[in-house]
Nanobody, 117 residues
Framework: HVQLVESGGGLVQAGGSLRLSCAAS????????TGWYRQAPGKQRELVAT???????NVADSVKGRFTISRDNAKSTVVLQMNSLKSEDTGVYYC???????????WGQGTQVTVSS
């Protein structure tokens, strides 16, 4: 089993930056990829960015060039650096870990990001 604890988030003005961190614990050796998803009010949850165990990244077109995902294997932490934030980036951001080659899917509790225009 894997536990995910998120930190960061908050309120920021448009154009500003925020940094989200996700710390994994438990059976971290089973994790194949870790990433961030977000859900805006009244909308479905959507992928923001993921990073694989080998470091390969996948970033949504809507945030490409503004958001960067990185991982620190020694600390079992994944960081989402969000720059040039827009009001449409507002939502609850969830950390996700896929383990055992897709057999297991873990979620953090979510952290609110609010961008004021």
């Amino acid at each position: 089993h894997v536990q995910l604890v998120e930190s960061g988030g908050g309120l920021v003005q448009a154009g500003g930056s925020l940094r989200l961190s996700c710390a994994a614990s438990g059976s971290i050796f089973t994790i194949n990829a870790t990433g961030w998803y977000r859900q805006a009010p009244g909308k479905q949850r959507e992928l923001v960015a993921t990073v694989s165990r080998r470091g390969g990244t996948n970033v949504a077109d809507s945030v490409k060039g503004r958001f960067t995902i990185s991982r620190d294997n020694a600390k079992s932490t994944v960081v989402l650096q969000m720059n040039s934030l827009k009001s449409e980036d507002t939502g609850v951001y969830y950390c996700n870990a896929k383990a055992n080659w897709g057999a297991d899917d873990y979620w953090g509790q979510g952290t609110q990001v609010t961008v004021s225009s």
